[in-house]
Nanobody, 117 residues
Framework: QVQLVESGGGLVQAGGSRRLSCAASGVIFSIDVMAWYRQAPGKQRELVATITTAGVANYGDSVKGRFTISRDNAKNTVYLQMNSLKPEDTAVYYC???????????WGQGTQVTVSS
C-alpha cells in the first residue's frame, strides 16, 4: 500500500524558513518522480516543484530562487526547503509521486503552512 506522509508544516513569520518532509512507503522510491503542490483557499492546486529520479529539479515561477526541493533515496524521503516565505505562500502543501514506468500517481494528505505578515 502506497503511503506518503508529509510533515513540517506550521505557522511561520514572513521572511522566515520552513522545511517540509514527505516520507514514502510501499513504493520503489528511486523510480518515482516526486513533487510538491500547494492549494490555497479558493484557488486551484498549483505545482510548486518537481524532482526527477536523477535529481533534476524544476520550480514554479512563484517560488524560484526561494524554495529548494531535494530527495534522499536511501530514506525514501523528499524535502522542500522554503526560504523568504511570503504570506501568499500560505497553503496546504501536498506531496505527490508518479511512477516513471506506470505513470500511476499518489498523494499525501497535505500539511498546512501559514505565513503571517
Amino acid at each position: 500500500q502506497v503511503q506518503l506522509v508529509e510533515s513540517g508544516g506550521g505557522l511561520v513569520q514572513a521572511g522566515g524558513s520552513r522545511r517540509l518532509s514527505c516520507a514514502a512507503s510501499g513504493v520503489i522510491f528511486s523510480i518515482d518522480v516526486m513533487a510538491w503542490y500547494r492549494q490555497a483557499p479558493g484557488k486551484q492546486r498549483e505545482l510548486v516543484a518537481t524532482i526527477t529520479t536523477a535529481g533534476v529539479a524544476n520550480y514554479g515561477d512563484s517560488v524560484k530562487g526561494r524554495f529548494t526541493i531535494s530527495r534522499d533515496n536511501a530514506k525514501n524521503t523528499v524535502y522542500l526547503q522554503m526560504n523568504s516565505l511570503k504570506p501568499e505562500d500560505t497553503a496546504v502543501y501536498y506531496c505527490n509521486r508518479r511512477n516513471v514506468l506506470t505513470k500511476v500517481q499518489s498523494w499525501g494528505q497535505g500539511t498546512q503552512v501559514t505565513v503571517s505578515s
